[in-house]
């Protein structure tokens, strides 16, 4: 259980300010006007993700899809480095990155993502109080959540498809994208974009199974949403009925995702403590300590940017969104 510093730790969704607004023009009736000249173009921050292409080149890249963009949109990107990711997703196709990246705004824009955020920390209004109930409730089983990073310090997101409690499938996205926002937040306070995905599937069976429908939303929001966003995926304890599940689903996966999925067997234990400390991680991962029971209250009381038992030495730090 890791202590970390009081200055890393927020309740915002990102330790990133909006883009710079210098003038604001209203326009008529009082309606906003944002134009090009009114804002401070970002610049990507460094991480410690290793560049695709020369750096100047993907400076360049950069530049060709932030200046695409309009003002509105560089205010809603979630980070400063989101052109940059789809730069590299697509290989350098700056026509399709722009196109991609822009999709990922309107996407992240029409479901509210900033507002869900808000409520699951800093409730002000009943509306609020009402997603933080929403979201409390999906993940009080602890089907999903954020519980401390592999051995590079990257945010390992835990999913066990046998803790299912609810069957209402626009809660179980926002949710998905709630836990989704906290692996990331966790994973870059320690320097990093990518996370790792850990699926357990003791005791499943075809009545576990999401509708299809679910899983290709799931596979979209992972793959199209948030790009360059998932270092590896992990299935463990995969029975053979599951196999069959799996083999619906993978025509949904591009290429590069199914590269990172790996089904890990008892055969793998050595392979796996290469990249996790078995101390720290759940027994589905060969973890050989008894981790802290999962507690929704406890996970909900902490920050954004904090994984779950992560013992931390702060007052956490309020920032209105």
Known sequence: MDYINEATVI???????????????????????????????????????????????EEDGYKQI??????????????????????????????????????????????????????????????????????MKEAETGKLFVRNYDKEGRAILWIYQNRENTNNPENNIMHLVYQIERMIACTERQGYEKSVIVFDFLGWKMKHASSLDVAKKTIHILQDCYVERIARIYITNSPAVFRRFFNMVKVFLD?????????????????????????????????????????????FSTPLNVSFDEKCCFCALQVNL
């Open 11 to 57: 309740n915002t969704p990102y330790p990133y300010p909006p883009p710079s607004v210098t003038k604001i023009d209203h326009g008529t009736a009082g309606s906003v006007i944002i134009s090009p000249d009114t804002i401070k173009l970002p610049t990507p921050r460094e991480t410690k993700e290793p560049c695709l292409f020369e750096k100047s080149v």
């Open 66 to 135: 932030i200046s695409s963009l309009s003002p509105q949109e560089i205010i809603d990107m979630s980070d400063p480095n989101l052109p940059l990711r789809h730069f590299r997703a697509d290989k350098g196709d700056i026509e399709k990155a722009i196109k991609r990246t822009k999709y990922a705004i309107k996407w992240r824009k029409d479901l509210r993502v900033k507002e869900m955020l808000k409520a699951a920390h800093n409730p002000t209004t009943p509306q609020d109080e009402k997603i933080r109930r929403i979201l």
């Open 255 to 299: 290429a590069n995702t199914r590269k990172k999925i790996m089904f890990v067997t008892e055969k793998d234990r050595a392979e796996m403590e290469k990249y996790f400390d078995p101390n720290k991680v759940e027994s589905c991962i060969f973890g050989t300590s008894k981790v802290k029971e999962y507690n929704v209250e406890e996970y």
